[in-house]
């Protein structure tokens, strides 16, 4: 069982910037699908950005050109770099592995129900 930890939440003002970090131990990161979804309040948890095992990467269309993932296998890290904030990004954030299923049939962004592991969360306020 992998364990993941993350870090860099914060609270920050529109049009700033943050970078969020996953960082796994227990096993290696390269064998896993890997996302960064959030969770608002009274909302449903949803995917952000995934990156497959091949380091193709997709993000939802309400962050794209803000929003990069990616990865360091030799570091066991996995990242989300946010840029232009605005007070919709304001979530809950979690870095999380994909089922090995899932990961080998679909895009690099999964539904909440296909990650199997996840981090403790972050949260992330941006104030207008």
């Known amino acids: 069982q992998v364990q993941l930890v993350e870090s860099g939440g914060g609270s920050v003002q529109s049009g700033g910037s943050l970078r969020l970090s996953c960082v796994a131990s227990g096993h290696a990161f390269g064998v896993y699908c890997l996302g960064w979804l959030r969770q608002a309040p009274g909302k449903e948890r949803e995917g952000v950005a995934g990156?497959?095992?091949?380091?193709?990467?997709q993000v939802t269309d309400s962050v794209k050109g803000r929003f990069t993932i990616s990865k360091d296998d030799t570091k066991n890290s996995l990242y989300l770099q946010m840029n232009n904030l605005n007070p919709r990004d304001t979530a809950m954030y979690y870095c999380a592995t994909r089922a090995p299923f899932y990961c080998r049939s679909g895009a690099p962004i999964g539904r909440d129900f296909e990650y199997t592991n996840w981090g403790q969360g972050l949260q992330v306020t941006v104030s207008s």
């Open positions: 990156i497959d095992i091949n380091g193709m990467t």
